[in-house]
């Protein structure tokens, strides 16, 4: 039972250019929404998070928003650098942090 | 470095062979989590540790599965019988709950299964 989804397998931006990663849920029960990153032979590693009671959330080039009513959430990222190059996860909490659930992931290429 | 780590990185193993696997949490965190990960799939959640307690543990963790921390520091995940299906990325992640409060989850490296 999936419960976290990214529908994008995959995404090629240009560097210097806005990428933008879509999320949905299925679970509105869902209070804590995560995202990671993740290179190649390494572990993910935690981007940023946003809890229910916000709808954005902002860090430097990162900004996550959510949207509730739609049990969607998407993470910005502007401007792109090829460091960015890596695959994104989404992930989400039942209760503040706890164990995750994701999302299969997105591969994002940033092209100069 | 102080990070998660995990050992070995790579074990390729006969089917119904019994495997080991180790994590080390980064040293002040008292929350210790596995996760297995697939091919085209995000990290699906195994079982996590409070301290040296078990506290949940995922229906994907068959009785062939077995995890301890004993003295609420290191971690490991033992795989009886092991089948094909078992070959995947096994992760440990850590963190800190403090006063009903957890802190990010750290990821180590995983460890590569591959069942022959």
């Known amino acids: 039972d999936q419960q976290v989804k990214q529908n994008s397998p995959s995404l090629s931006v240009q560097e210097g250019r806005i990428s933008i990663l879509n999320c949905d849920y299925t679970?509105?029960?869902?209070?804590?929404f995560l995202w990671y990153k993740k290179y190649p032979a390494e572990g993910p590693t935690f981007l940023i998070s946003i809890s229910s009671i916000k709808d954005k959330n902002e860090d430097g080039r990162f900004t996550v928003f959510l949207n509730k009513s739609a049990k969607h959430l998407s993470l910005h990222i502007v401007p792109s650098q090829p460091g960015d190059s890596a695959v994104y996860f989404c992930a989400a909490s039942l209760y503040s942090w706890g164990k995750l659930q994701f999302g299969a992931g997105t591969q994002v290429v940033v092209t100069p | 470095d102080t990070g998660v780590s995990q050992d070995p990185r790579h074990k390729i193993t006969k089917r119904g062979q019994n495997v080991t696997f180790r994590c080390d949490p980064i040293?002040?965190?008292?929350?210790l989590y596995w996760y297995r990960q697939t091919l085209g799939q995000g990290p699906e959640f195994l079982t996590y540790f409070q301290n040296e307690a078990q506290l949940e543990k995922s229906r994907l963790l068959s009785d062939r599965f077995s995890a301890e921390r004993p003295k609420g520091s290191f971690s490991t995940l033992e795989i009886q019988r092991t089948e094909q299906g078992d070959s995947a990325m096994y992760l440990c992640a850590s963190s800190l709950e403090l006063m009903g409060a957890e802190y990010e989850q750290y990821f180590g490296p995983g460890t590569r299964l591959t069942v022959t």
């Open positions: 679970n509105s029960m869902f209070d804590y």
């Open positions: 040293s002040e965190h008292n929350r």
